[in-house]
């Protein structure tokens, strides 16, 4: 029986419930078993070429793992000239280094998912020959429910195709960042600043490939939120608590702030088993007191609302400073627009696959949701959307992949009931069950890192895993 492949219809970005489904019911079926081999190809990319005295920066992939070697081809000594941009230099090192950052985080969030692609793509492939060589020794019943789930699961076969390629792909950028991390350390230790723009570019260009990476293979639509898990009971009914989502997976520090507003002590805890235990922290003293609990902390700097302003600060930990701080043009702030909940929540800050985002609403905007995109090294507002829906009927908010959701209460019985989405510019309501535990949640927060969502609820620390939905079109789809 053959079926049509005219659009491959969606996989699950954690790939899910089709695993569980075909782990737990097939293998009691017909018993399968089986590995998943992996072909590696042959290429060479020239990603930046440089004039005949100056660089030039290869790259290739070798078969049959697919490890991308990165070649720096330097000019002979006496064709450099000194530019005296030790500075520069190091700065691009510090980049580099980001990138490398992200490279982990991003191989951190895709590792389950490949797991998952794996087993089904084995499964399917036993499924398929056990179904081919039936003789009769599976009732018809059987044989036919079988069939039928086959026919269900083939589409998908290009999709597991195209998710190996995506995987291979992010195997060759780590490796591109690693061996021009390499590359500058030998330049500061031996020549000096030479080749820096040359540098700066493969750099940038390492950067877009990471972005468009994290993009395809770490978004999708939100469909379905865990029940909660309980972390600590610590604090008072109002506060905040996150981790870094730029930060490597060997980081697993946690910050934590008591209280809604003119807080000004923030406790940093060395891991999450720390934070359970209520030890091995240190206290940061900010310098400007904080408003409602809508922070977040983001490549090592903590971004919250000033106390009676709508002025963002960006606050560095490891130099205990400012480095920036600008206000929101026209938010509201004091609670003139909070949540349905109050509590100073005029203004709150958030972080996705995609970068820094701040919600808030202003008077122009009628008391509507107002979604900016951030740029966190000047705080400038990049591009804003309006939402169209009220502030005050929101419990809480957060940003998966450029979409802010909404629950639709702060209390008992809420779920996710609005989807602005920043791409296109629209919006659609949800039906998104939400589990209240302790029935009163003052911040929400998601982690684009561990792909869960963080929360307060009434004194209560508390983890929600999330599935995400992920469309992709095959070749020939319109």
């Known amino acids: 029986m053959s079926v049509p492949l005219l659009k491959i219809g969606a996989v699950l970005s954690t790939m899910a419930m089709v695993t569980n489904w075909m782990s737990q019911t097939l293998p009691s079926l ?22 005949e005295e100056g660089w030039q920066l290869y790259t290739s992939a070798q078969a049959p793992d697919g490890k991308c070697i990165c070649t720096a081809v330097i000019p002979a000594q006496s064709t ?23 490279m982990e985080v991003l191989e951190l969030r895709t590792y389950r998912d490949l797991q998952y692609v794996r087993s089904m793509e084995t499964l ?26 086959m026919t269900e699961l083939l589409p998908l076969s290009s999709v597991l195709e195209q998710y190996k390629a995506d995987t291979r792909t992010i195997v060759r950028l780590r490796d591109e960042v690693r061996n021009l991390s390499g590359s500058l350390a030998s330049i500061q230790e031996e020549m000096g600043a030479y080749g820096y723009e040359d540098l ?6 390492l950067e877009a490939r990471l972005h468009a990476c994290a993009q395809k293979l770490g978004c999708g639509k939100l469909t379905g939120v865990s029940n909660p898990i309980t972390i600590r009971a610590m604090g008072s009914r109002f506060g905040s608590w996150m981790t870094d989502t730029m930060a490597p ?64 600060v960006k606050y560095h930990f490891r130099s205990r400073s400012v480095l920036v701080q600008r206000s929101l043009p026209g938010a509201g702030y004091n609670n003139t627009f909070p949540y349905s909940w109050g509590g100073f929540s005029d203004m709150d800050f958030m972080v996705d696959e995609s ?21 966190p090294h000047t705080l400038e507002v990049v591009r804003s959307w309006d939402t169209g829906y009220p502030k005050r009927s929101a419990g ?26 920043t791409n296109t510019s629209s919006y659609e309501y949800t039906d998104v069950p939400f589990h209240n535990q302790y029935s009163h949640i003052s911040m929400l927060d998601y982690n684009p890192r561990e792909r869960a969502l963080y929360t307060w609820n009434n004194g209560h620390q508390v983890l929600y895993n999330v599935t995400l939905f992920h469309v992709i079109s095959t070749a020939g789809d319109p």
């Open 124 to 149: 399917m492939r036993s499924l398929d020959a056990r179904l081919r060589a039936a003789d009769g020794s599976l009732s018809a019943k059987s044989f036919q429910e079988l069939k039928d789930r």
């Open 80 to 102: 450099c000239s000194r530019d005296g941009r030790s500075r520069e230099l190091r700065q691009l090192m510090e980049k580099v280094q980001n990138v490398s950052q992200s």
């Open 30 to 51: 017909v018993g399968l078993n089986g590995t998943v081999s992996r072909a590696g190809a042959s290429e060479k990319i020239t990603l930046f070429q440089s004039p």
């Open 200 to 205: 700066q570019q493969r750099v940038m260009a």
């Open 249 to 312: 997976s060997a980081d697993s520090r946690v910050w934590y702030m008591d209280g809604y507003y003119k807080g000004r002590r923030v406790l940093e805890f060395r891991t999450l088993g720390d934070f359970i235990k209520g030890q091995n922290f240190i206290q940061h003293l900010l310098p400007q007191p904080w408003a409602g609990t809508g922070h977040v902390v983001y490549n090592g700097s903590l971004f919250y609302n000033k106390y009676q302003s709508n002025v963002v």
């Open 355 to 375: 970068g820094l985002w701040a919600v808030y609403t202003t008077n122009q905007n009628a008391g509507n949701i107002v979604v900016s995109r951030l740029d």
């Open 396 to 421: 809480e908010a957060f940003m998966i992949c450029g979409v802010l959701y909404v629950t639709n209460s702060h209390l008992a019985g809420a779920k996710v009931y609005f989807a602005y989405f």
